[in-house]
């Protein structure tokens, strides 16, 4: 017996309980407590009516870098970790959304270069944006987007180099991303991206 049939069973015995109460006794409280227990028992057996379906964890994308031999692959890649475990959607859209909290990221990858994309998504306090438009000391506006290479999110390298060639292809530009840029697990890493070195903080004025 499955356990969605045996709590079935567990509630009509309930509500079997509840009738009995009300057609047998008399007294007021045993009478209350039947009708309590029809509701409920009514109530779980309508509430396990309905069909049941698992929550379960999105499924993480498995980077196999043999499978990857274009950049074109690395943007498919890309495109299904924008989505899932990147969770980039969750804040950004692709095309005008009333509901991104978070700017619009179509033709992002004709806009910026990849040097600059990359810093922004493993160092999103490099530039801190600072707004003279009051007296006093400027007021500071630090970037809400998160560190991706860091928990909880957490991309590898090659994740996000992924998700640049998916920036770079949604919006019409030749990706600039090669698949000889990916580290192989247990091998000396490839050259780094020019930007993904520290750097000091630069503060965008705003007068």
């Given at each position: 017996?499955?356990?969605?049939?045996?709590?079935?069973?567990?509630g009509l015995l309930v509500v079997c309980t509840g009738i009995s109460i009300l057609l047998f006794i008399r007294a007021q409280f045993a009478r209350v407590i039947g009708f309590v227990a029809i509701v409920l028992g009514l109530f779980s057996l309508v509430a396990l009516a309905v069909p049941q379906m698992a929550s379960l964890p999105p499924a993480e994308e498995?980077?196999?870098?043999?499978?990857v031999k274009t950049p074109t692959d690395m943007a498919a890649i890309g495109?299904?970790?924008?989505?899932?475990?990147?969770?980039?959607?969750?804040?950004?859209?692709?095309?005008?959304?009333?509901?991104?909290r978070c700017p619009d990221l179509k033709g992002i990858g004709a806009k910026l270069?990849?040097?600059?994309?990359?810093?922004?998504?493993?160092?999103?306090?490099?530039?801190i944006y600072l707004d003279y438009r009051h007296e006093g000391?400027?007021?500071?506006?630090?970037?809400?987007?998160?560190?991706?290479n860091k928990n909880p999110i957490g991309l590898s390298k090659n994740e996000i180099l992924s998700?640049?060639?998916?920036?770079?292809?949604?919006?019409?530009e030749?990706?600039?991303v090669s698949p000889s840029e990916l580290e192989v697990?247990?091998?000396?890493?490839?050259?780094p991206v020019k930007a993904a070195v520290e750097v000091p903080v630069t503060v965008a004025h705003a007068r």
């Open positions: 017996m499955s356990e969605v049939a045996m709590l079935q069973l567990i498995k980077f196999d870098i043999a499978t495109q299904k970790i924008f989505f899932s475990k990147g969770q980039c959607a969750l804040c950004h859209s692709i095309g005008p959304s009333e509901s991104a270069s990849r040097e600059f994309i990359f810093e922004s998504l493993t160092q999103p306090q490099a530039y000391p400027p007021k500071e506006y630090p970037a809400r987007m998160p560190y991706i998700v640049i060639a998916f920036l770079q292809q949604m919006s019409g030749p990706i600039s697990p247990g091998q000396s890493p490839a050259a």
